[in-house]
């Protein structure tokens, strides 16, 4: 039987909803994670998945070195907001990464994150999107023989890197709202996140629920550092 920290430094909240193929991609790429041993874990929240994801979960949980949770509620609409939260209620670590379960993460994502973010300091990046074609190629070989990045179209790759520029600009100017975090890739402090009383539940739908946490933590003073220089998902 794996042994598991009870406290590792960093928790791995990842939703999802109805699609076992990417959750099963995202864990592939969280196996190959690379200077984090022993320091992490994986939370899945699920938005109540009626298909395998649950079966998925306990499989990999089964041979994990490290800790996978499930947690699942019946489905009421699109509430990201509550599911993010019962991740956290669920999580250990000191910071909290939170990730989409269909966002594939390069070999130093956890690692870039783990040693950026602290209390304080938030950290935020974005993913780059595949086509439907390009996303039905992808298998675990995939990512042992290609760097995650390189998946990506040249266009997408520019996009993320206009991105980092606007990033390091409003940081600049000091823009009172701007940047901010992508809920797809956020990593907060466990203190600050319970300081802000996590996500927003009364969120209901697609999208706002990362623009708001995100204006919360900065009115504690909480600063936004962006990990876009050195990972994407």
Not at 190 to 206: A, I, L, M, Q, Y
Request: hydrophobic share 35%; glycine share 8%; with cysteine.
């Amino acid at each position: 039987m794996p042994t598991h920290a009870s406290t590792p430094a960093i928790s791995l909240i990842v939703n999802t909803y109805m699609k076992p193929r990417h959750l099963g991609l995202v864990l592939d790429s969280i196996e190959r994670q690379e200077g984090v041993d022993g320091r992490l874990e994986v939370v899945i929240t699920d938005d109540g998945s009626t298909d395998e994801t649950a079966d998925l979960v306990a499989q990999r949980a089964a041979s994990a070195a490290y800790r996978i949770a499930f947690t699942t509620r019946p489905h009421d609409g699109f509430r990201l907001a509550r599911v993010r939260n019962d991740g956290a209620r669920l999580a250990r670590g000191e910071r909290l990464l939170f990730l989409d379960g269909d966002c594939m993460l390069p070999r130093n994502h956890v690692a870039v994150h783990l040693s950026r973010c602290r209390a304080g300091v938030s950290t935020g990046g974005d993913c780059g999107r595949l086509d439907e074609v390009q996303s039905r190629s992808v298998d675990p070989q995939s990512l042992d023989t290609q760097a995650v990045r390189q998946l990506l179209p040249r266009t997408e790759r520019a996009a993320l890197a206009r991105r980092l520029r606007k990033w390091r600009w409003y940081s600049l100017i000091g823009h009172p709202t701007k940047p901010r975090l992508v809920g797809n890739n956020i990593c907060i402090h466990r203190r600050d996140f319970e300081e802000v009383n996590g996500f927003d539940e009364r969120f209901v739908g697609w999208g706002q629920e990362d623009d708001d946490i995100t204006l919360r933590l900065r009115a504690i003073g909480v600063r936004l550092e962006t990990v876009l220089d050195r990972t994407c998902s």
